[in-house]
């Protein structure tokens, strides 16, 4: 693998052209930089090409595009490669269509079609660099396996699509992933359930877990449940097949994701942002358990094909953090990992990941413990910012115990630290943050801040040596990113109502000293006055904004919502 004048390894992941675009950097295999476009341009769920989120890598790595060695991009055209209607000879106007007919040309030579990874390379004045560009769920695979702590392990991916593959069935060793099996396109099972989001009045691709969280009321009697199993066909291969008749997700003329047959078989769609009634509540029920089935299925098949203990999983379904955290419980894997960023957001960190310890051979690996790999203020940037916005605010040295105090008395806080998370939940550093024993807390976020829908919840953030305690899981347990649901122990649910969903649960971080020490040590000075190891946690960001990442954004949300109290590291704005 090509070496820098630094003899350094850089190599530039970026996601582009799918939901949530981004950059990360990598110096000998370590993340030094990562964030969503999203965040620079405050364009919700951007698509573009990442140009500021790459300038921030560059900055943030003190280098230039001339000291990258390679770029990698976490979707691989060589799959889109098809045979030409034109014939090779004829006049092109352009010469562009060699793109495309040259490589059809030499794959009709080869003695197979399959395209692993596409390679290109970028001339520089003062240095060659290599354009990677990775086959999309190999991008997730390598997400999911190269940030866990195992040497080896299972892979399941799924999401709506990556190329022409909806899920990809995989082993991980040391520094190489192998490819046991894919589901094709047209059937995918991130589409059928973005189908019915589609059809429950949300935006698919975008608010899946909305109807996550409308789905956690029980229904033991449930009049939808064999509607939508007979919607879906296990295989005995581990696979899966839709009744494509129920769906328009796959024909691109058309405006809903759903057939007509749909309607005919559950009633009419939910207009969007019209009155949830209770059949939508039990429609969304009746997809989370058959989704749940059908993946059990694949992941029995998984283990029964590998017999490995250790599995990670990645792709858009799996920020689905009710299943996760019941797959140790459903299945025979032993240990489950979910990375911070399994959305497309993170195939940017997987390209690269792949190419450097795949392709690039390297097996020293870097287990991912937290993903503060944003942007960064100091306090004389957050004072420069309050200056010149005219803000009046006071420095506070013990700004921890200041701040349990205010969530304490009631308080709702803008709490903006240090490095900017990269995935789509706040982890302490860009959170709103709230007492979670108020019954009346829950409501009061959503109506004064976060205006969103009331049926969903809120996240309690734990000290992670007390989580055996509040929840029904091992005391060992680690949940560093939100990335799992467990169920809150029956006598603690009445403690901690603000952060209780409908059916018991919670979406729970666990918060580490070792990663997070200003947040931790809140947490702790909070505990000493309401004597209750948690706070109510969410997104530092309005209903269709993205999360804040600058002093600047955290200013301006502050002062168009209901917050009480901004802190910005050791700043206090108070209303």
């Known amino acids: 693998m090509p070496k820098t004048k630094s003899k350094k390894t850089r190599i530039l992941g970026i996601c582009s052209d799918v939901f949530i675009t981004s950059a990360v950097l990598l110096e000998d295999g370590k993340v030094i930089a990562g964030a969503p476009e999203e965040r620079f341009n405050r364009q919700k769920l951007y698509r573009g090409f990442p140009m500021q989120a790459v300038k921030y890598c560059l900055k943030e790595a003190r280098c230039s595009l001339e000291d990258i060695d390679i770029v990698a991009l976490g979707w691989n055209p060589g799959l889109h490669i098809k045979p030409s209607s034109m014939r090779f ?7 562009g269509e060699h793109f495309h007919t040259v490589p059809h040309a030499l794959l009709s030579l080869a003695k197979t079609t399959k395209v692993d990874y596409v390679e290109q390379s970028l001339k520089q004045l003062k240095n060659d660099i290599k354009i990677v560009y990775v086959t999309h769920h190999n991008s997730h695979a390598a997400n999911a396996f ?7 392990s299972a892979i399941l991916t799924i999401d709506g699509r990556g190329e022409e593959d909806t899920a990809g069935f995989f082993v991980g060793k040391g520094n190489k992933i192998e490819e046991l099996k894919l589901v094709k396109l047209p059937h995918s099972l991130g589409l059928f359930y973005g189908a019915f989001t589609d059809f429950l009045g949300f935006a698919p ?17 449930n009049k939808y449940y064999e509607k939508m199993k007979n919607l879906v066909s296990l295989n005995r291969d581990g696979t899966f097949e839709l009744d494509l008749s129920y769906f328009h997700y796959y024909l691109n003329d058309r405006q809903a994701l759903y057939a007509p047959k749909m309607v005919k078989l559950f009633g ?3 207009i969007a942002d019209s009155a949830i009634t209770e059949r939508h509540y039990e429609i969304a029920n009746a997809l989370q358990r058959v989704s749940e089935e059908t993946v059990i299925h694949m992941l029995n098949w998984l283990h029964k094909k590998t017999s490995m203990e250790n599995l990670v999983v990645n792709g858009g379904f799996f920020m689905n953090s009710v299943f996760n955290g019941k797959i140790a419980n459903v299945t025979k894997f032993k240990n489950v990992f979910v990375s911070s960023c399994p959305d497309d957001s993170g195939t940017s ?7 450097y310890h795949h392709i690039g051979g390297q097996k020293k690996r870097e287990e991912q413990a937290h993903n503060y790999y944003g942007p960064q203020f100091s306090n004389g940037e957050i004072k420069e910012a309050l200056d010149k916005y005219k803000v009046n605010y006071k420095y506070i040295g013990d700004i921890e115990k200041y701040t349990a105090r205010l969530i304490a008395a009631g308080k709702i806080v803008g709490w903006f630290q240090g490095r900017m998370e990269f995935g789509q939940r706040a982890l302490g550093n860009r959170s709103i943050l709230a007492d979670p024993r108020d019954p009346l807390m829950k409501d009061k976020v959503n109506k004064a801040v976060k205006y969103r829908e009331t049926f969903r919840p809120f996240a309690p953030s734990i000290l992670e040596e007390r989580v055996a305690e509040y929840f029904e899981c091992d005391k060992s347990a680690r949940v560093p990113f939100m990335e799992k649901v467990f169920l809150i122990r029956s006598q603690k649910r009445q403690i901690i109502p603000a952060v209780t969903h409908i059916d018991g649960s919670g979406r729970l971080q666990t918060v580490s000293k070792q990663t997070n020490s200003r947040f931790y040590k809140l947490i702790s000075e909070f505990e000493q006055i309401a004597k209750v190891p948690i706070v109510l946690n969410t997104s530092f960001n309005l209903k269709g904004e993205a999360i804040v990442c600058s002093p600047t954004d955290a200013i301006r949300t502050f002062y168009s919502c209901g917050l009480d109290a901004l802190v910005l590291s050791n700043y206090l704005v108070a209303k």
């Open 205 to 221: 691709h975008s608010d899946e877990w909305k109807v996550m969280a409308l789905a956690a009321r029980d229904f033991p009697q």
């Open 89 to 95: 000879g004829q006049v092109l106007r352009w010469r």
């Open 349 to 355: 960190l997987g390209a690269a990941l792949y190419a």
């Open 268 to 270: 009419p769609p939910r």
């Open 146 to 152: 190269f940030l866990s702590p195992f040497k080896e």
